[in-house]
C-alpha cells in the first residue's frame, strides 16, 4: 500500500495545485464502506464545497485538506489502492501507476473529484483532481481539528515529523515482545511505516524481520533508530521515484520472488546473497539470510511450490558477516566482508519431511 514517502508526495501534489484555489464543486459517489465517521458523500459535499484550500498536510499514512473557513476538513487514508489523479495526467500510485488512458474521465473507482479554480477567476476551467480508490480499503473522513482527532491523535511517532532522540527510542522498542517487523508495521508505534519500508529498514539495520524486539541489543536499536528516520528521509527527498532510490536498496530487488521463493543478489562485499521471503505479521517479508541473522540460530524459511517445501538453513556464525569496523556508527555498515569462511546450506525436502530440521 502507499506508505509515508508515497503519501507525502500526495499531500506535496495537494500543496503544489490546490493551495490558494477555490473548491467550486465537488462530485462524489456512494460509498458507505469509503466514507466513515458517520459522513456520507453528500455531507462530505456540502461541507467542501465553496472553500478555499490552505495547505494539505501528512501525518504517518494518513494526509488532511486544510480549508479556510470554518467547518471540518477532508482527512485521507489510501489505504491498499487509493490515489490521486489530476484531470489529464496519469494517477500517482505505489510503485506502479496503472496506464489509465487520460480521456476517462470521472476515472474508474473514483470516490470523489474536485473542482479547483483561482478565486479571483472563476469562469476559468477548473482543475479536476480525483482521490480513486479501486478495493475499497481507503477511508475518506471529516474532522474540526485533524491533528487532535482520531486517527491521527491515535498514531506513533512520524519518522519525519517526530522521530525521538534514541534515549527514548530505546525503550519504546525494548519492552515490546512482538517481532520487530510486526513493531514497525504498529501505526500506534511508527506512523508511516509499511511493509516495503519496514523491511528496507531491517535489511540497512542488519536485522532479521522476526527477531522479537526485546531482544535486540543497545547496538541494533541504535542502527534501527538511525535507518527508520533515514530510509524515510531519502524516500521523501526523491519524491517517492523509486528509480531514483539508491543502488545497494533492498527496494530494487524485493518485487518477484524466484522459482523457489528466492533469488541470488549481489551483497555490498561482492559476494552472493539470497533473498528469501517469509510471512511476518500476516506480511509477506524479505530479507536477505547472510545479513540479517536470527539471534535463536538457524532460520528455516519455508516456501511451498505445489508437493515441494524449500528451507534454507543458515549455518554461518554470526561473526561471519560483521562489518571489520564493529564500532562503526549505523551509516557506515558495510554488511558482509571477505572474511566470510562459511557458506549457507541449500535443503530441498518434500513430503513426510518438508519439516525435518538440521542441527549442525
Not at 17 to 43: C, F, M, N, P, Q
Not at 157 to 174: C, H, I, K, R
Request: glycine share 8%; net charge neutral.
Amino acid at each position: 500500500m502507499p506508505e509515508l514517502p508515497e503519501v507525502e508526495r500526495a499531500a506535496k501534489f495537494i500543496r503544489t495545485i490546490a493551495a490558494g484555489k477555490k473548491i467550486t464543486r465537488v462530485e462524489t459517489v456512494e460509498d458507505a464502506l469509503v466514507y466513515t465517521g458517520g459522513i456520507t458523500h453528500d455531507l462530505f459535499r456540502t461541507e467542501i464545497e465553496g472553500r478555499v484550500v490552505r495547505t494539505a498536510e501528512r501525518r504517518g499514512k494518513v494526509f488532511y485538506i486544510e480549508l479556510e473557513g470554518s467547518g471540518k476538513m477532508p482527512v485521507l487514508h489510501f489505504g491498499m489502492t487509493g490515489m490521486l489523479r489530476l484531470r489529464g495526467q496519469l494517477a500517482m500510485y505505489y510503485k506502479e501507476t496503472p496506464k489509465e488512458p487520460d480521456e476517462t474521465w470521472p476515472p474508474r473507482y473514483m470516490k470523489f473529484v474536485l473542482h479547483l479554480v483561482d478565486p479571483n477567476d472563476e469562469d476559468a476551467d477548473p482543475l479536476e483532481l480525483a482521490f480513486l480508490d479501486a478495493r475499497r480499503l481507503g477511508r475518506i473522513r471529516l474532522c474540526e481539528e485533524p491533528l487532535n482527532e482520531p486517527p491521527i491523535s491515535e498514531l506513533g511517532f512520524d519518522p519525519m515529523l517526530s522521530m525521538p532522540n534514541l534515549e527514548d527510542f530505546t525503550p519504546l522498542v525494548l519492552r515490546r515482545k512482538a517481532v520487530i517487523k510486526s513493531v514497525l508495521l504498529d501505526q500506534s508505534f511508527s506512523a508511516g511505516v509499511g511493509n516495503w519500508v519496514a523491511d528496507e529498514i531491517l535489511y540497512h539495520a542488519r536485522i532479521h524481520p522476526e527477531q522479537r524486539a526485546c531482544t535486540l541489543s543497545n547496538k541494533q536499536v541504535e542502527k534501527l533508530h538511525f535507518w527508520i528516520s533515514e530510509v524515510c528521509k531519502v524516500a521523501v527527498s526523491v519524491d517517492a521515484d523509486d528509480t531514483k532510490f539508491p543502488d545497494d536498496w533492498l527496494f530494487r530487488h524485493r518485487w518477484g520472488k524466484g522459482k523457489a521463493g528466492s533469488k541470488f543478489i549481489t551483497l555490498p562485499s561482492g559476494k552472493r546473497g539470497t533473498l528469501r521471503w517469509v510471512t511476518v505479521g500476516g506480511r509477506t517479508s524479505a530479507f536477505v539470510g547472510e545479513l540479517q541473522k536470527h539471534p535463536n540460530g538457524p532460520v528455516e524459511s519455508k516456501m511451498r511450490k505445489g508437493n515441494t517445501s524449500w528451507s534454507s538453513v543458515y549455518l554461518e556464525d554470526d561473526s561471519d558477516y560483521r562489518s571489520e569496523d564493529d564500532s562503526a556508527p549505523p551509516a557506515s555498515d558495510e554488511g558482509p566482508t571477505a572474511g566470510a569462511t562459511k557458506r549457507k546450506r541449500e535443503i530441498v525436502s518434500s513430503g513426510s519431511n518438508a519439516n525435518k530440521k538440521q542441527k549442525d
